[in-house]
């Protein structure tokens, strides 16, 4: 069982990034429900408030250097309209695929004990989560520098 699992994660991981790959730039746009930054996160303040996000987020991997084409969000040194166009959609991008990397642990229901689903979901939500907060706490920042360049 527990090869099985060690198998199937990062799989998952792996599908929800080609997927997410696969959906054009153009369906990632920072203003979408989805990805737009809510009046409860305080421009992205929120997460620096109760996670202290400026100590960790630097430790977090930057997934666009696994891929051959893929975009390095660590760091951004080109502030022109079209890369902080280009930011703003892998940023979308890695919170999408960093949410549907969550949905799989159900999987796990179909041949593990109800506990060890829960111990999946768990799993997937802390490895995860951070890097969904790493998006919705940058994304704010770079959005004020884009609107100031149109």
Known sequence: MFIIIFLLWPTFQLGAAFWALEIKDTSYHYDAFFFKTHRW????RIYQHLFRIKRWKKHLPDGGAAFKNGYRKKHLTDFSKASLEKFLAE????????????????????FCPPI?????????VLINLPCIIAQRYNRPRIVKIYKRLI
């Open 41 to 44: 996160e305080h421009e992205g």
């Open 116 to 124: 060890v689903v829960l111990y999946m979901f768990i799993y997937a």
């Open 91 to 110: 940023s979308c991008r890695a919170e999408f695929s960093h949410w549907i990397s969550i949905i799989p642990f159900f999987v796990f229901g179909f």
